[in-house]
């Protein structure tokens, strides 16, 4: 007979494995094609290791408890949004599972969960590559102008200037940084998008010149082979498009080219747009996300109270954001939201104290 303590870690397995099975098969419900297909085969696996956890509890089964309080959190984000955000939830539980350290659960079902991370970390991939541009300016923007702004605003309460002066450089500071952000993020992502386009082959050009090619010198292989083709398998591909092309009348010539360049394993696929996304929106992203952080460490100064509790009140606020920007982060990355979220907290307010320490000092020297 198993001890008290051993049914009750059971019995929160198989609650868990409960409420993860319907998580997956929610997400499921809202997926298509592929994807669908994979999370229910991932649901059904879920299903087997509760039926593994019933048979150990065997008549000790038929109670339920509650699942844990982040599984709970994660079925319900799974029910009502889906998205990528449920997703990295999920990729960060799979891998925190308990399984390895407890001798009553077999290798099967550890090596499962492992497997489990990473199919939820593959699908999640597609999701946070499509982010990667707009959410990187957004967050990093919010961020930046937390800290930024906090600094800025310690530093000239350190100096022992009055409370209106501290307003007008941090609304000065909101407004320059942000400026300063958007213009910066817009011409990074403007320049990632250029030199990934100037690796995009020119259809158009490569098209109309195929009539013309030498069959026997067959340089169009070389294109495919610049692209990572095999020898053999791109001289095969060029002499078939090099040979219709000839006895084909020009419209039907471009189409064909077309078809050649579009149908060799998106070797010649532009991406530019979905890796690194818009210049004009990752810039006004950056633009609204800093100046919405920036603002936090001000608000308190826009009301008449001391500058001691505007100070101190613009502290909690900026710190409580640092957590969120921070645990938000780990979230979408798979890591540990509360690392993240103390790491955001340390670097903001280790600036914030190094600037105060400048304002004193300027203070004393001038």
């Known amino acids: 007979m198993p001890s008290q303590k051993r049914i009750r870690r059971w019995r929160k397995y198989l609650a868990n494995e409960r409420e993860e099975a319907r998580t997956y098969r929610a997400l499921a419900a809202q997926a298509t094609g592929e994807q669908k297909e994979i999370l229910e085969k991932v649901a059904q696996a879920e299903a087997r290791h509760e ?80 982010l990667s541009g707009n959410f990187r300016a957004a967050v990093f923007g919010a961020n930046d102008g937390l800290v930024s702004n906090l600094a800025l605003v310690i ?23 942000a400026l300063s952000m958007a213009a910066g993020e817009f011409v990074s992502v403007s ?25 026997k010198e067959n340089e169009l292989a070389l294109v495919f082979r610049a692209r990572g083709m095999g020898a053999d398998e791109a001289t095969a591909l060029a002499h078939e498009a090099i040979t219709n092309s000839k006895a084909a009348p020009d419209d039907a010539t471009r189409e064909a080219a077309g ?17 690194v996304g818009s210049g004009a929106a990752a810039a006004l992203a950056s633009f609204c996300f800093f100046a919405m952080g920036a603002f936090v460490p001000i608000v308190a100064f826009l009301f008449p109270v001391s500058i001691a509790v505007a100070t101190c ?38 600036a914030a104290a190094v600037t105060y320490v400048l304002g004193l000092g300027f203070s004393f020297l001038l």
């Open 51 to 130: 039926r593994y956890w019933e048979d150990m509890l065997g008549p000790y089964a038929n109670k339920t408890v509650r699942p844990s309080f982040e599984t709970r959190v994660v079925g319900t984000l799974a029910r009502r949004f889906g998205s990528v955000f449920t997703l990295a939830l999920l990729q960060a539980a799979e891998q925190r599972r308990p399984y390895e350290s407890d001798a009553d659960a077999t290798d099967r079902l550890t090596a499962d969960e492992k497997i489990h991370a990473e199919i939820v970390r593959g699908l999640a991939a597609t999701g946070r590559e499509k």
């Open 313 to 350: 009140v613009s502290l909690v606020l900026v710190g409580c954001a640092l957590m969120v920007t921070g645990g938000f982060v780990g979230v979408m990355s798979g890591a540990s939201p509360m690392k993240r979220a103390l790491r955001q907290l340390g670097l903001g307010f280790g």
């Open 191 to 215: 320049s990632q998008k250029e030199l990934l386009d100037a690796s995009t082959l020119d259809s158009r050009t490569a098209s109309s010149a195929l009539p013309a090619l030498d069959l």
């Open 155 to 177: 530093g000239m309460v350190g100096s022992g200037v009055s409370n209106q002066v501290v307003l007008l450089t941090g609304v000065s500071g909101l407004l320059a940084g």
């Open 259 to 275: 078809d050649v360049f579009s149908g060799v394993g998106g070797l010649f696929e532009a991406r530019s747009s979905q890796v």
